[in-house]
Antibody
Framework: EVQLVESGGGLVQPGGSLRLSCAAS????????MDWIRQAPGKGLEWVGHIRNKARSYSTELAASVKGRFTLSRDDSKNSLYLQMNGLRTEDTAVYYCARLAMGTNWGLDLWGQGTTVTVSS | QSLLTQPPSASGTPGQKVTMSCSGTTSNIGSNPVSWYQQLPGTAPKLLIH???QRPSGVPDRFSGSKSGTSASLAISGLQSEDEADYYC??????????FGEGTKLTVL
C-alpha cells in the first residue's frame, strides 16, 4: 500500500526538542522530494520545509518561522523522512504532516500522512 | 510568512456551481503553478488540482482550476453535500518558500 505514516509527536515543554519521523511505503521514496506541513489547532495549513532527493544533493528549504531551529533529513535506505525540532515554542503546537511531491509537478503534494500532533506547553 | 489570500467562506446548494478565488503576487502565483487541496473535517488534505488546472487521477471532473496573472480560481460544479470541506490554494514562491492560502470553508446548504 502506498502510504506515509508519521510518528514521534507528543507533549514537550517550551525550549525542548522532538524528532518526528515519516515512514514511506509502496513507492520509490528515494526519487521524490518530500515536505513537512503543519496545522495549528483551528488554523490553516503552514508549510514547514522541503527536502530534495539525492540527485539534488538532499538540499533543503525551511520556512522563516522555523529556520535555525528545525532540521530536515532523510534516510533513503530506510524509506524515512525526519524533522528535528529544537527550541520549541508554544506557537509550534500543531498537527505535523509529511507529504510527497508528485513527480512532474512544480509543487503538487499528492500523498499525505495522517499527521502527528505536537503540543508545546509547560 | 506571507500567505495567499482566499475568502474565508463560500456556500452553495446541491447541484450549483461554486467558484473560490486565490490571490497572490508576481513572485508566487504570478510565476509558479497553483495547486488546490481539499480537507474534510478531521482528515489530511487531499490534492485536487496541480499545475493550475490538472486533476490527479481519481478526482472528479466537477473540480476545475484556472489561473490568470497573480490570481487563481477553483470551480466546483454539480455541488454535492460531500464537497463540504476546507479548500486551500498553494504555490511555490520565488523566495524558495511554499505558501498556502488561508483557506475557504465551503458550506453546502
Amino acid at each position: 500500500e502506498v502510504q506515509l505514516v508519521e510518528s514521534g509527536g507528543g507533549l514537550v515543554q517550551p525550549g525542548g526538542s522532538l524528532r518526528l519521523s515519516c515512514a514511506a511505503s509502496g513507492f520509490s521514496f528515494r526519487d521524490h522530494y518530500m515536505d513537512w506541513i503543519r496545522q495549528a489547532p483551528g488554523k490553516g495549513l503552514e508549510w514547514v520545509g522541503h527536502i530534495r532527493n539525492k540527485a539534488r544533493s538532499y538540499s533543503t528549504e525551511l520556512a522563516a518561522s522555523v529556520k535555525g531551529r528545525f532540521t530536515l533529513s532523510r534516510d533513503d535506505s530506510k524509506n524515512s523522512l525526519y524533522l528535528q525540532m529544537n527550541g520549541l515554542r508554544t506557537e509550534d503546537t500543531a498537527v505535523y504532516y509529511c507529504a510527497r511531491l508528485a513527480m512532474g509537478t512544480n509543487w503538487g503534494l499528492d500523498l499525505w500522512g495522517q499527521g502527528t500532533t505536537v503540543t508545546v506547553s509547560s | 510568512q506571507s500567505l495567499l489570500t482566499q475568502p474565508p467562506s463560500a456556500s452553495g446548494t446541491p447541484g450549483q456551481k461554486v467558484t473560490m478565488s486565490c490571490s497572490g503576487t508576481t513572485s508566487n502565483i504570478g510565476s509558479n503553478p497553483v495547486s488546490w487541496y481539499q480537507q474534510l473535517p478531521g482528515t489530511a488534505p487531499k490534492l485536487l488540482i496541480h499545475s493550475n488546472n490538472q486533476r490527479p487521477s481519481g478526482v472528479p471532473d466537477r473540480f476545475s482550476g484556472s489561473k490568470s496573472g497573480t490570481s487563481a480560481s477553483l470551480a466546483i460544479s454539480g455541488l454535492q453535500s460531500e464537497d463540504e470541506a476546507d479548500y486551500y490554494c498553494a504555490a511555490w514562491d520565488d523566495s524558495l518558500n511554499g505558501l498556502f492560502g488561508e483557506g475557504t470553508k465551503l458550506t453546502v446548504l
